[in-house]
């Protein structure tokens, strides 16, 4: 069952462009959202993360976007580059038994053209 | 500091084997994680480790097996190897197991035929 529902599964944006992808969630029990990047033959980088009593984070051209009663979040990464390209992956955090897991979205593939 | 290290970065198996891929938690981090990412999908939690005991699993079979040791590096063992276990496994590790922040590994591509 998949409990974190990733869109678009792919991305195309003009350098400068404004790049948006949105994730689900279902479970209340999910307590702290991360994003990820992940470039080919890498592991994947935390980016920028949110806990649920706040409604937007900023860092840099990286901002999440966070709706708690929708159980939805974004992430929104302005003046996108070239180098932005990769795949991002929305993640929510959980205890299972005494560990914390991540559950992930299936992926976007962000292309950014110059 | 170093980071998460995993050997070895590609494996080929055949199908029914037994694989172990091993990884070295970043300096400081006594938690280790492991994720399977099928290809074209997002990472799924296998187990997580600490003090050398697993602490949390995903939901994945008993063939999937782990180790930690006391210097925090970490084992996974997939025993009797199926065509679906191809995929790239990414260890993760962490301050403690209660902590929100990982770093991963870049992975071990394991490719089961």
């Known amino acids: 069952q998949q409990q974190v529902k990733q869109s678009p599964q792919s991305l195309i944006v003009q350098k400068g462009g404004i790049s948006i992808i949105n994730c689900a969630y279902e479970?209340?029990?999910?307590?702290?959202f991360p994003w990820y990047q992940q470039f080919p033959g890498k592991g994947p980088a935390l980016l920028i993360a949110?806990?649920?009593?706040?409604s937007e984070k900023k860092e840099g051209r990286f901002t999440i976007s966070f709706n708690k009663s929708a159980k939805q979040f974004s992430l929104h990464i302005m003046d996108s580059q070239p180098g932005d390209s990769a795949t991002y992956f929305c993640?929510?955090?959980?205890?299972?038994?005494?560990?914390?897991?991540?559950?992930f979205g299936s992926g976007t593939q962000l292309t950014v053209l110059p | 500091e170093t980071g998460v290290t995993q050997s070895p970065t590609h494996l080929i198996k055949t199908r029914g084997q037994q694989v172990t891929l091993r990884c070295s938690s970043q300096?400081?981090?006594?938690?280790v994680s492991w994720y399977q990412q099928a290809l074209g999908q997002g990472p799924q939690f296998i187990f997580q480790?600490?003090?050398?005991?697993?602490?949390g699993r995903g939901n994945f079979p008993p063939r999937f097996s782990g180790l930690q040791f006391p210097n925090y590096s970490s084992e996974l063992n997939v025993n009797a190897l199926e065509l679906d276990d191809s995929a790239l496994y990414l260890c993760?590790?962490?301050?403690?197991?209660?902590?929100?922040?990982?770093?991963f590994g870049s992975g071990t591509r394991l490719t089961v035929v």
């Open positions: 479970n209340t029990a999910f307590d702290y």
């Open positions: 993640a929510a955090s959980s205890k299972s038994g005494s560990a914390r897991q991540l559950t």
């Open positions: 300096s400081g981090h006594n938690t």
């Open positions: 993760a590790s962490s301050p403690a197991p209660e902590n929100y922040g990982y770093t």
């Open positions: 480790y600490y003090r050398e005991e697993e602490n």
């Open positions: 949110i806990r649920p009593d706040v």
